[in-house]
């Protein structure tokens, strides 16, 4: 993680509750032509197929899926886990995932995703689907340069990219995909709605200052330190964090991190850890996983974004970082449970 300039940008408009409609409104303003349901978005593109929905588990978010046209094939699997592990390990936002396919081969996944539980203004929107699209055109060249056979990297027939369009209008919803055929999701909580404003200075979009982060932490009263490197250090039931502001100017993010040392020699336990990164990544919204060496073995880091390019406004950033810190930690306990049977995370005792 390294420190970057902000840009100096500083919103007028207040944000808005985001909806299927606004969404559209602005991929149209972008030279997009979504084809639209009640449910979902559609946007048909050479070599992908983009569905925007709204997720209304907590935190209740705007979500783009894009899922690759042409599928690897089996054979290359070892090379397409290296191939996502790295991207997720190297690229800052949306997270790589594939899905074995009742053919045998893999559908590959882009998933990105932004809390909208405060709301977005115009320029926020626009930005984040912008950012969202070019990680999606971004994301399918380089698959394609690396597991697309080149006698395969060609437009698929129009009725064949027709059909594949309806299907992802018309067909199984985005957000069941890592379900079995047939398969319904369990439900815990009552969905999670659109805030509103709050009336006062904490709806105002402002620049992303670390000293904006160093607030929101402040404010759930951690104890931290700051690096040399200008990176927030601390921790959280037992599990270290990281928060700091990456990218460029053009695209910077706000980014919170946990890491956990599986213990798990990487000269012969990827697959398997991967595995449960890949499983995960399949289905989360807003926290993604992947798996860093260090020292020959392997250590599992969770992360959540934001593209904070243009600007976030209290609400915004506060709902960032306890969002984030609640999901990650649920990220790290899903896959230290599987894979050594027990949680790494402190959590309380019910007693207390």
């Not at 985001?18 to 639209?36: D, H, I, K, S, Y």
């Not at 592990?85 to 882009?110: C, K, Y």
């Amino acid at each position: 993680m390294a420190k970057h300039r902000a840009p100096d940008h500083r919103g007028s408009d207040a944000p808005a509750e985001v909806t299927l409609a606004r969404a559209a409104e602005a991929l149209e303003g972008l030279g997009f032509e979504p084809l639209q349901r009640p449910d979902r978005l559609v946007v048909s593109a050479y070599a992908y197929i983009a569905t925007v929905w709204e997720s209304f588990d907590a935190p209740l978010s705007l979500v783009v899926d894009c899922s690759q046209r042409i599928p690897v094939e089996f054979e290359r699997a070892g090379e397409l886990a290296a191939f996502l592990n790295t991207w997720n390990h190297d690229r800052i936002g949306p997270v790589a995932s594939a899905h074995l396919m009742d053919t045998g081969d893999f559908e590959v996944h882009l998933r990105a995703s932004v809390r909208t539980k405060h709301g977005l203004n115009d320029d926020q929107l626009a930005s984040e689907l912008a950012d969202c699209m070019e990680y999606c055109a971004a994301f399918s060249v380089e698959l394609r340069s690396r597991l697309v056979p080149p006698e395969w990297d060609h437009p698929l027939p129009p009725p064949l990219s027709r059909a594949q369009d309806a299907e992802a209008l018309l067909g199984r919803h985005p957000s069941e995909r890592h379900l079995p055929r047939g398969g319904e999701a369990e439900v815990f909580e009552a969905p999670d709605s659109f805030a509103g404003p709050s009336g006062d200075q904490r709806d105002i979009v402002r620049a992303v200052e670390l000293a904006r982060l160093e607030e929101a932490f402040d404010l759930l009263d951690f104890s931290y330190g700051l690096t040399p490197q200008d990176v927030i250090a601390t921790g959280v039931n037992g599990v270290p964090f990281a928060a700091c502001l990456d990218g460029d100017a053009g695209h910077r993010y706000a980014r919170v991190t946990a890491m956990w040392d599986a213990d798990v020699p990487a000269d012969r336990g990827f697959m398997p850890l991967w595995l449960m990164c890949n499983d995960f990544n399949e289905q989360a919204v807003g926290v993604r996983t992947y798996l860093h060496e260090f020292a020959g073995d392997l250590h599992l880091h969770a992360e959540s974004t934001v593209l904070a390019s243009a600007g976030l406004s209290d609400d915004q950033l506060n709902a960032f970082v306890v969002t984030s810190l609640v999901s990650i930690l649920g990220a790290v306990d899903a896959i230290s449970t599987e894979c050594d049977g027990t949680s790494v995370v402190n959590w309380p005792s019910s007693s207390s």
